[in-house]
């Protein structure tokens, strides 16, 4: 059975210039809006709304180049203020091909997941998202936190499944089958943002 520990951690990075030609692992996460959020909250932190992520997503890009290592740009669906295609269209722009739904409202639950779903700002809008990327050409990582959202994300295609640090044994067993069907299989949310 698998655990937690033993499912490899997807490497966050929050600075361009950190990427060197040897990264860990078979994917990176990029979100510079994680920046300063070395705690264990950080998933949950970083959606509060004095982040504006995919504008400091965006203005990094413009000053960097991804390295040629696997980065998927971590993409806030929910963004009130920008289009998913209008997001994506600067990505390419940016020579940017690769994303992932990061930050993600699989870090709440409770009555506050249940009040976004109902306003629409939930997993449909992150699958919306994922799938007009697949459609448009770009690799994608989903982050996930059920089954269903995660068959979701392998119907339209995407590149691999990245769990939520609070998925259970079982959960995690679900999903290692259903990554058998991407290329590159299943990552963990990393337990905090990597300082280095």
Known sequence: MLSPSTLPSIPLVTDLTALTGDQPGSATLYCPSCEGLAGSAYDSLVLLPIHDANERLLSELRNGVLSEAPVFAGVFALDPFRRHVDI???LKAAG???????????AIDGEMRVSLEDFGYGVAAEISLLSTAVAKGFSALAVVDSF???QEAVAIG???LVAVRHANDAM???LSKLAHENSLGLFRLPDAVDRA
Request: hydrophobic content about 50%; aromatic content about 4%.
């Open 158 to 160: 995407v590149s691999g």
């Open 88 to 90: 994506l269209k600067a």
């Open 96 to 106: 940017c091909h690769r994303v992932v739904n990061f930050p993600s409202v699989t």
């Open 172 to 174: 995690l067993v679900e």
């Open 148 to 150: 269903d959202m995660a």
